[in-house]
């Protein structure tokens, strides 16, 4: 499944931005979204995910600032973002799939360009 990232910005600590990413993969599947990032000079880390019952997960560093949401009938991920902190500077991608079905040859997906979030004091 494809996928393609919008919704980044430039904001002040403790400002918001809602992320979106829209995809191809059909929303009631097993294979659940994903949120990850990349901050400057580090890896790839799991932000959030989102199954397709609604279940949700989150980074500890993330939890009662961000909300994953889905429309499923727009084939839209969003990530909801409030309070942010200058660490929380990094690209966004989004991933259709949950990391427990990476290697399930029944959620196959690309990632996207990713869209870039910048936290300033």
């Known amino acids: 499944a494809q996928v393609a990232e919008s919704g980044g910005g430039s904001v002040q600590a403790g400002g918001s931005l809602k992320l979106a990413c829209v995809t191809t993969?059909?929303?009631?599947?097993?294979?659940?979204m994903a949120w990850w990032r990349q901050a400057p000079g580090k890896g790839r880390t799991l932000v959030s995910t989102?199954?397709?019952?609604?279940?949700?997960t989150y980074v500890d560093s993330v939890k009662g600032r961000f909300t994953i949401s889905q429309d499923k009938v727009k084939k839209t991920l969003y990530l909801q973002m409030n309070s942010l902190k200058i660490e929380d500077t990094a690209v966004y991608y989004c991933?259709?799939?949950?990391?427990?079905?990476?290697?399930?040859?029944?959620?196959?997906?690309?990632w996207g360009q990713g869209t870039q979030v910048t936290v300033s004091s």
């Open positions: 991933a259709a799939a949950n990391p427990t079905y990476y290697v399930d040859p029944e959620c196959p997906f690309s």
């Open positions: 989102i199954n397709s019952d609604g279940t949700t």
């Open positions: 993969r059909n929303m009631d599947s097993k294979c659940g």
